[in-house]
């Protein structure tokens, strides 16, 4: 009997621990245990993510981009031709005036005092001229009867010739004073604006001294500087399209017309001289301009965007996609052209150049492309 019951007792135990060891073992860790360990030398390959554009060849123009000062054409200062005392002013700074417009005048009294005297001397001139001509006349008459001398006639002919010098310098004198009353009243040489005036009413003037300058406005000057690698690139007559700071919107068309053969010692560029129409006087001096000229026109260039260029040691080199493959292109950059190269290198028209994400890549790397540029508008041409 008690054998009997150790038996049950060992048979229950060991239908516990079975049970146990059953629920241990669930069909998750089944799979788990017939699921093999991964290979710990397999790697996946990286794709790179990048935007590409086309490489180009076609005709381009190189263009230009200069800052540049408005100058008036011509500036000029007025003077008196002749001494006085101002006795009136019809203009200030400021003031636009047309050729022939009346600016100043000066004191006309002791010059119109002075004009009736010349004029009485010429009065007095012509009547002793007359009767100097009336003596000559006679004396010539009886110098063919015999009765005076040739001696005689001679002297008589001689005062009548002082006379007719004595009218001659009378009608100068006249003349002269009266164009000293004209000098009275002094003009504007030119259309303009009055720049500066330096009399009032009341002042002494010589003619040495200055009174009021005129600045010409149409046409304006625009006076900007060209690098010494671009000179060669401009002529006189050639077009030049602007825009000003201070008339935003709207543009401009000037020409060149003057280059000016030495540089400036600071920036070592050189001077050139651009004439604009100004006829309604919207430019003023000192407004500055944006100008654009183009220059030297390249035939069936090679053309890539500037983004796509990488350096290295002094090189330049750029990425191109081939099956999905970057390949690395060694290039020479001959020029700058708006925001795209001319370079030589070993490319065709069409092939796809990187231009994002290339400072990720190395040769061969794997590339995906996210966008791309094709010819990309607004290049310069």
Not at 301 to 311: C, G, K, N, R, V
Request: charged share 25%; hydrophobic share 35%.
């Amino acid at each position: 009997m008690q054998e009997s019951y150790l038996v049950k007792q060992l048979l229950s135990i060991s239908s516990i621990a079975c049970l146990l060891l059953m629920g241990s073992c669930g069909p998750g860790d089944q799979t788990s245990a017939a699921t093999p360990p991964a290979d710990a030398g397999t790697s996946i390959e990286a794709t790179i993510p990048v935007e590409v554009a086309e490489v180009e060849r076609r005709d381009i123009s190189e263009e230009l981009q200069l800052t540049g000062i408005v100058e008036p054409k011509d500036e000029y200062v007025v003077s008196s031709e002749i001494p006085g005392r101002v006795t009136a002013v019809h203009v200030d700074k400021g003031d636009w005036v047309k050729k022939g417009q009346l600016l100043f005048e000066l004191d006309r009294e002791k010059r119109t005092l002075e004009l009736q005297s010349r004029r009485a001397e010429l009065s007095r001139a012509e009547v002793q001229l007359e009767f100097a001509r009336k003596r000559s006349e006679r004396a010539e008459a009886l110098l063919k009867k015999g009765a005076i001398s040739q001696s005689e006639v001679d002297a008589l002919r001689e005062q009548m010739e002082v006379a007719e010098s004595s009218v001659r310098l009378a009608h100068l004198g006249i003349e002269t004073i009266e164009r000293e009353l004209e000098d009275t009243r002094i003009l504007s040489p030119v259309d303009g604006q009055v720049a500066g005036r330096s009399v009032s009413p009341g002042e002494t003037v010589s003619p040495s001294s200055s009174l009021i300058q005129i600045i010409d406005l149409d046409p304006v000057r625009i006076i900007t500087e060209v690098a010494e690698p671009y000179l060669g690139e401009i002529r006189r007559g050639q077009t030049v399209q602007m825009t000003f700071d201070a008339l935003p919107g709207t543009s401009f068309q000037g020409q060149v017309t003057r280059i000016l053969p030495v540089a400036n010692m600071q920036s070592g560029a050189f001077p050139i001289e651009i004439q604009l129409p100004n006829r309604n006087y919207r430019l003023l001096p000192g407004m500055v301009s944006r100008l654009r000229l183009t220059g030297r026109t390249y035939q069936s260039a090679l053309l890539i965007p500037l983004e796509s260029i990488l350096h290295l040691e002094g090189s330049d080199y750029i990425y191109v996609v081939y099956d999905d493959r970057a390949r690395r292109i060694d290039v020479i950059v001959r020029h700058r052209v708006g925001s795209y190269a001319l370079v030589e290198a070993n490319l065709n028209s069409g092939q796809k150049v990187v231009t994002r994400g290339n400072s990720s890549l190395t040769e061969g790397a794997r590339v995906e492309i996210v966008s791309s540029g094709g010819s990309r508008q607004g290049a310069p041409g």
